[in-house]
T-cell receptor, first 112, second 114 residues
Framework: AQSVTQPDIHITVSEGASLELRCNYS??????LFWYVQSPGQGLQLLLK??????LVQGIKGFEAEFKRSQSSFNLRKPSVHWSDAAEYFC??????????FGTGTKLQVIP | SQTIHQWPATLVQPVGSPLSLECTVE??????LYWYRQAAGRGLQLLFY??????ISSEVPQNLSASRPQDRQFILSSKKLLLSDSGFYLC?????????????FGPGTRLTVL
């Protein structure tokens, strides 16, 4: 069965430090991959997506993600974290034409 | 541009009472529509999705139901709420035409069942 794993439930980084959030997927076909961000009490906002082409994808707010087929991973990165990046981040896999499967999320805390 | 609305924003209901949450989308036609529930530490659980008026697919057996009476309206209902129905309910829409199309989420409804 298709699945998405975000192994880190909670991550704390210092403001200005680099960030990498991990995402691994299990899917038989070519995956369509997404990263979303959710601020407390809000809906989800798309950061970036990958479906073909260059495996390094640039998104909004200075985020990027790299698709590595050999590792079944789609990790999210940011070179320098800002306090406003504190939120919960969800990785997701598009399944066919209807559904998307989401990971359980990683909560990011940013300390001064 | 497209927008998605959900109401109410928050709701407190007693156990055994009925529920109706509404989601509407503006600025697009014939979208796929989705209801998710988000519980603490459990990510997003897909409850229902719809590819057209009157077409509902249920992902999780439970005491909730969904309806799509109009192209851009999606309603989540229950006849009798349970304590376990508490959570954050998100509606989303997606363009037809490609599985690489992302979903766009509404602001959510916080439901507390007491």
């Amino acid at each position: 069965a298709q699945s998405v794993t975000q192994p880190d439930i909670h991550i704390t980084v210092s403001e200005g430090a680099s960030l990498e959030l991990r995402c691994n997927y299990s899917y038989g076909a070519t995956p369509y991959l997404f990263w979303y961000v959710q601020s407390p009490g809000q809906g989800l906002q798309l950061l970036l997506k990958y479906f073909s082409g260059d495996t390094l994808v640039q998104g909004i707010k200075g985020f990027e993600a790299e698709f590595k087929r050999s590792q079944s991973s789609f990790n999210l990165r940011k070179p320098s974290v800002h306090w406003s990046d504190a939120a919960e981040y969800f990785c997701a896999v598009g399944l066919g034409y209807q559904k998307v499967t989401f990971g359980t999320g990683t909560k990011l805390q940013v300390i001064p | 541009s497209q927008t998605i609305h959900q109401w109410p924003a928050t709701l407190v209901q007693p156990v055994g009472s009925p529920l109706s949450l509404e989601c509407t989308v503006e600025g697009t036609s014939n979208p796929n529509l989705y209801w998710y529930r988000q519980a603490a530490g459990r990510g997003l659980q897909l409850l229902f999705y719809s590819v057209g008026i009157g077409q509902i697919s249920s992902e999780v057996p439970q005491n909730l139901s969904a309806s799509r009476p109009q192209d851009r309206q999606f309603i989540l209902s229950s006849k009798k709420l349970l304590l376990s129905d508490s959570g954050f309910y998100l509606c989303a829409w997606r363009l037809l035409g490609g599985s690489y199309n992302e979903q766009f989420f509404g602001p959510g409804t916080r439901l507390t069942v007491l």
